[in-house]
C-alpha cells in the first residue's frame, strides 16, 4: 500500500545517505567521488532526510568529537552519561545546534574535509523548510492513509535522522557482542544490521575507524558497504587504498590503538585517523 511504501523508502534513503554520506564520506572520507557525484548524493541526503535534514559540517564535527572522546564527558553522545536515550539524544541536540550555529569553536582538529553546499547547508536549512517537508509528509498520509494508526509513523518521519542516531548511539554503545577490546563502550548490536545498514557495528568501526566496510568477521554484513562495492564498480566512487578490517581471535584480548591515541601521535592525520 503507498503508506507502506512510502515509510519504507523514506526509511531507507535516510539511513543510507546517513552513512553513506554524512558518516563514511563527510565525517571519514573513506573513499573518494567527483565533484558531480558530490553534489548528487548531498542533494539525496537532503531530500532524504527532509524534515531533520543534518548538515555536513556539524555532524562532521561532532562525529570526529565521538571518535575521539568516546564514551567520556567530552562524546557528544555517549548513553553513559544519560538514563535514557532521549537524555542523550536532547544533549546532542544542544551540542549540534551550538556547532551549527557557530555559538562554539570547535579543536581546530575536528574542521575541514567535509561538502559544503551553501543552498542546502544555509539557505535550505531552516526551519521553514523542516516545516514545508513535515507538512508534505501530513498531506501524503491525509490522501492515501487507511487507517488512523498509520498516523502514528508521523513522528518517525519528522524526526529521521535523529532518531537513526538514537538508535546508534544508544544500542551501539549498550546492547552487543564485542569483538576487540576498545576503552569505550562500542558494541556490535546485530551481525546483519537492516535496521540502520551497518552503523550498529560500532565496536568494529570504533577499532577500524578508516574502513569503509563495517562488517570483519564472516558472520557480520554491512548492507551498505555492499551497495558502495556496486558504486565502486560503476566508477561512481573509489575506495582504493582505503582501510581494512583484519580479525584474529587473539584482538579480543590485545588494546586496539585509540583515535584518541592516534589524535596524540600524529595530530597531522587527526580527520583521517577518525
Do not use: C
Not at 537532503?46 to 568516546?70: C, E, F, K, N, T
Not at 560500532?202 to 558497504?225: I, K, L, W
Amino acid at each position: 500500500m503507498p503508506i507502506l511504501a512510502f515509510f519504507v523508502t523514506h526509511y531507507v534513503l535516510s539511513i543510507f545517505s546517513q552513512t553513506f554520506f554524512l558518516h563514511r564520506y563527510s565525517a571519514h572520507r573513506m573513499f573518494r567521488m567527483s565533484v558531480g557525484w558530490e553534489r548528487f548524493f548531498h542533494l539525496l541526503t537532503w531530500l532524504s532526510q527532509g524534515s531533520s535534514y543534518l548538515q555536513p559540517r556539524a555532524y562532521a564535527i561532532l562525529h570526529r568529537m565521538h571518535h575521539a572522546y568516546s564514551d567520556t564527558p567530552k562524546d557528544p553522545h555517549s548513553p553513559r552519561f544519560f538514563g535514557t536515550a532521549f537524555g542523550m539524544m536532547w544533549h546532542t541536540k544542544d551540542v549540534y545546534l551550538d556547532v551549527l550555529g557557530r555559538k562554539v569553536e570547535p579543536e581546530a582538529r575536528f574542521e575541514g574535509g567535509y561538502p559544503h553546499w551553501a543552498l542546502l547547508d544555509e539557505t535550505l536549512n531552516n526551519m521553514y523548510v523542516a516545516v514545508a517537508f513535515g507538512t508534505a509528509y501530513v498531506l501524503f498520509y491525509m490522501h492515501y492513509a487507511t487507517s488512523p494508526w498509520q498516523y502514528l509513523l508521523l513522528p518517525v518521519h519528522f524526526l529521521m535522522g535523529p532518531m537513526h542516531g538514537a538508535i546508534v548511539n544508544w544500542g551501539g554503545h549498550k546492547y552487543g557482542y564485542r569483538n576487540f577490546w576498545n576503552k569505550d563502550d562500542s558494541r556490535n548490536t546485530l551481525p546483519f544490521d537492516i535496521v540502520t545498514w551497518g552503523e550498529l557495528f560500532q565496536n568494529n568501526h570504533h577499532t577500524f575507524g578508516m574502513a569503509p566496510n563495517f562488517a570483519v568477521r564472516s558472520f557480520e554484513v554491512d548492507p551498505t558497504y555492499q551497495v558502495m562495492k556496486a558504486l565502486q564498480a560503476f566508477g561512481i566512487i573509489d575506495m582504493r587504498g582505503a582501510q581494512v578490517m583484519r580479525w584474529r581471535p587473539e584482538d579480543r584480548l590485545a588494546p586496539a590503538a585509540s583515535p584518541l591515541a592516534l589524535h596524540e601521535a600524529n595530530p597531522a592525520d587527526a580527520v583521517a585517523a577518525e
